[in-house]
C-alpha cells in the first residue's frame, strides 16, 4: 500500500486566496501611492497580486510598473476601452514572501485622473497565471474560463455603477468617483471547473486570471 502510494505521488495541495485590502485615490498624476496596505499572513510561497483601475484623463493610456512592498510586480492581463472617458484594468502580481503591510505603486504611462487598487493574497499558486481573460463589453462583461482542481481566480473589474457578479464571490464595490466604480472578485476551487461563465454587471472592463496550484 505504501509502494502503490508513493507510486501514484501526491496531489498538490489546492491554492488559497482572499481579499486583504482595497482603496482608491483621484487626482490626475502618472505614479500613484497607495502606502501601508494589508498584504496578509507572511508565508514562503506568498504571492500579492493586485487588480488596478483607472479612468479618463487620456486615451490608450498603460500601467507601466506596479511594485507591491518594494518587489516588482509582472502584470498578467490588461484591458482599456480606448474610446471616450476611457477606463483600463489589470492584475499584476508578486511573490512577497515577509511583512504584513507594503505600500502599492502603480505607475501609469501618462497621468490618470483616478486610480483604484484591489490587494489579494494567494498562496499555493503558480507564478504565472494558466489562463487570463478580458472583456471590455459595455453593459455585462461576461467570459469563460477553466480553472484546475485545487486552483483560484480573481477578477478585477472597472464599472459604471454598482456590479453584482456571477460565477466568483464579490470581494468589494466602491466608487471612486461619479459614474467611475471599481469591483473584484475571487474564488478557491477544489473540484475542477470547465467553461465557467463569470460576469460583472455594469461592466466597462473585466480582468480575470486563473492560478493553478503547484
Known sequence: ????????????????IALTDHAFGTGTKATWTFPSRALG???????VVVGVTAS??????????????????????????????ASRAALWSAPV????TGDVVVTFASADDRCGIGVWRVTGAGASPVS??????DGTGTTSITVPAGGV????????ASTTWSGLTEDFDETIAGTSLQSGACAAFAAAQTGLSVS???????VVAVFGPV
Do not use: C, F, K
Open 153 to 160: 481566480a480573481v477578477a478585477m473589474a472597472a464599472t459604471s
Open 97 to 100: 514572501p515577509t511583512g504584513a
Open 41 to 47: 499572513a507572511a508565508a514562503s510561497d506568498r504571492r
Open 56 to 85: 479618463q484623463a487620456v486615451n490608450n493610456n498603460t500601467v507601466s510598473s506596479v511594485t507591491i512592498a518594494g518587489v516588482a510586480a509582472t502584470q498578467h492581463v490588461y484591458h482599456e476601452d480606448g474610446t471616450g472617458a
Open 132 to 137: 487570463t481573460h478580458a472583456d471590455g463589453t
Open 200 to 206: 460583472d454587471t455594469n461592466n466597462r472592463e473585466l
Open 1 to 16: 500500500m505504501m509502494w502503490t502510494s508513493l507510486m501514484m505521488g501526491a496531489s498538490a495541495a489546492p491554492a488559497t
